[in-house]
């Protein structure tokens, strides 16, 4: 058993340690595996990721134990991973971000137990202007999988009843989020105000079964249609991350024909693989969609 593997991707260097350390243990998945994953993806979720600040989900314990996020880019990091000075609107401390904009970069951050990859709404170049809206579809313990794709759907339609075009993805997790592309000329108050009009007017119409309400408590057993990624400073599970989830399922964007059959953690690192060499990215130009909110 190796405690290091070497990878050269474009001329730099990376060091994989303990690469057969387990990281899920339900699925005997290693952290050599989770580098492999994002290695063999990296050019369809390098454009989800390029020029957007990054949280990190480091699991170096594996999935099992405390993992923690990482906003601050670390001061051992290469100097070819780009960085991006951000400002904290509570007046703190500037927050630098790591950005991946390249395989080399995607890699040696999965090297260091990076599980998840969560990306901001908007990019480096106007961090007040998200190009994104989401809205989160968050269900209910035993809430059925059609009542998830149902509500999917009803945000698309009021989505594009206002003119703007909706996508879905799968997030590995417990739902689906639907996201909107936009052209990055509205500032995130104005976004996040969108967003809270149409979900609650969603929610306004079928009140036994959806909610907007923040706190659990205030739910009771609806499913909560969540808006509070929209925010500076928020993110999103970034297309095609693998989520710290007994599984190893893969946050998966999909065409919205797919939808009826769809489950919310549906593909793990071997069906993604197998459903990438079958057919293109369905969000491989969600950007030519952005528009102004209405």
């Not at 290469?78 to 500037?94: E, H, Y």
């Not at 995607?106 to 809206?133: C, G, I, K, Q």
């Not at 997790?173 to 995130?188: E, I, K, M, Q």
Request: aromatic residues 8%; proline residues 6%.
């Amino acid at each position: 058993m190796s405690d290091r593997r070497e990878l050269t991707i474009d001329d730099r260097r990376i060091a994989v340690s303990n690469p057969d350390k387990v990281l899920y243990p339900d699925d005997g998945l290693t952290k050599s595996d989770l580098v492999d994953h994002y290695r063999r993806i990296a050019d369809v979720m390098l454009p989800h990721l390029r020029g957007r600040p990054l949280t990190l989900r480091r699991f170096p314990d594996g999935i099992g134990s405390d993992g923690f996020f990482q906003k601050e880019a670390s001061d051992f990091f290469p100097d070819w991973i780009d960085v991006a000075k951000v400002t904290r609107r509570d007046g703190g401390s500037p927050v630098h971000h790591a950005v991946c904009d390249d395989e080399a970069s995607l890699v040696y951050l999965a090297s260091l137990a990076t599980v998840e990859f969560h990306v901001w709404l908007s990019t480096v170049d106007a961090l007040d202007n998200p190009d994104r809206m989401v809205v989160d579809i968050d269900p209910p313990d035993g809430a059925e999988v059609s009542e998830l794709r149902h509500v999917a759907r009803r945000i698309r339609r009021a989505v594009e009843w206002l003119g703007l075009t909706a996508f879905v993805q799968a997030t590995g997790g417990r739902g689906f989020h639907v996201v909107t592309p936009l052209d990055a000329s509205a500032d995130y108050d104005d976004v996040r105000q969108l967003a809270r009009d149409v979900t609650e007017r969603i929610a306004a119409a079928d009140p036994d079964r959806l909610t907007t309400a923040i706190r659990k408590e205030a739910r009771h057993g609806r499913i909560f249609l969540d808006i509070n990624r929209n925010g500076y400073g928020q993110t999103f599970v970034a297309p095609y991350s693998l989520r710290a989830r007994p599984g190893a399922a893969v946050a998966t964007p999909l065409d919205w024909r797919e939808l009826g059959k769809a489950k919310p953690h549906g593909y793990d690192t071997r069906r993604i693989r197998r459903r990438l060499s079958q057919r293109a990215d369905p969000w491989r130009r969600i950007a030519d969609h952005g528009a102004a909110p209405a």
